[in-house]
């Protein structure tokens, strides 16, 4: 089976720019978490979804948004691009929320904001 | 809130040494998961276990052993006789049952193992 996949895998863009990331959760996974992960660090929960509902949300500003599609894919978007959003985005996905399923990521969209 | 610290950034180990990874956490809930990842150069993190505050078990899965101590909030990290392909970032992670796949993760420790 394949694993969780995302697009692009990499990414420039400039500041004041918006960016949309996508990712395919494994089949059969419903829930759908996204990551931040800036260089050097952990990572940093930003979103989940579950049965295409948000069921939470990190410490991000409200320029990211993010959905969750009747085929539990998911999207990521960030606006008005900062330097500080160049990071590695990763995506990951779990069967569901209740039993706090190991989540399985994908290799990640490395952002670079110029 | 909930915290997860790996204290050490770094470890260097030539190969066929063990190696101890420390995670400390701290948190209200009584009950949580936690979970160690592997971070290869490849970037892509890889699930190595997941374990329930309730299970105190150490556990061994070939190379890879864990250490869970509640009473330290400890869960602790050892890979026995190491090789050079276990060189990675590895993350302790937490994640509280009211929460459900939203992973507080520490800051990582890289280990690096010669030849």
């Known amino acids: 089976d394949a694993g969780v996949t995302q697009s692009p895998t990499h990414l420039i863009k400039t500041r004041g720019q918006h960016v949309t990331l996508r990712c395919s959760p494994i089949?059969?996974?419903?829930?759908v978490s996204w990551y931040q992960q800036v260089l050097g660090q952990g990572p940093q929960f930003i979103f989940q979804?579950?049965?295409?509902?948000?069921?939470g949300r990190g410490n991000f500003p409200d320029r990211f948004s993010a959905r969750q599609f009747p085929n539990y894919s998911s999207e990521l978007n960030v606006n008005a691009l900062l330097l500080g959003d160049s990071a590695l985005y990763l995506c990951?996905?779990?069967?569901?929320?209740?039993?706090?399923?190991?989540?399985?990521f994908g290799p990640g969209t490395r952002l670079t904001v110029t | 809130a909930q915290k997860v610290t790996q204290a050490q950034t770094e470890i260097s180990v030539v190969e066929k040494e063990d190696v101890t990874l420390d995670c400390v956490y701290e948190?209200?809930?009584?009950?949580?998961?936690l979970f160690w990842y592997k971070q290869p150069p490849s970037g892509e993190l890889v699930f190595l276990i997941r374990?329930?505050?309730?299970?105190?078990q150490n556990e061994i899965s070939g190379r890879y052993s864990w250490n869970f101590q509640k009473s330290t909030s400890s869960f602790n990290f050892t890979i026995t006789a190491s090789q050079v392909v276990d060189s990675a970032v590895y993350f302790c992670?937490?994640?509280?049952?009211?929460?459900?796949?939203?992973?507080?993760f520490g800051g990582g420790t890289r280990v690096l193992v010669k030849p």
């Open positions: 990951a996905s779990s069967l569901e929320v209740l039993q706090n399923y190991e989540q399985y």
């Open positions: 992670a937490l994640d509280l049952k009211a929460a459900g796949n939203k992973l507080t």
């Open positions: 374990r329930n505050s309730f299970d105190e």
């Open positions: 979804y579950y049965e295409k509902e948000e069921r």
């Open positions: 089949s059969g996974h419903k829930s």
């Open positions: 948190t209200r809930d009584t009950t949580y998961y």
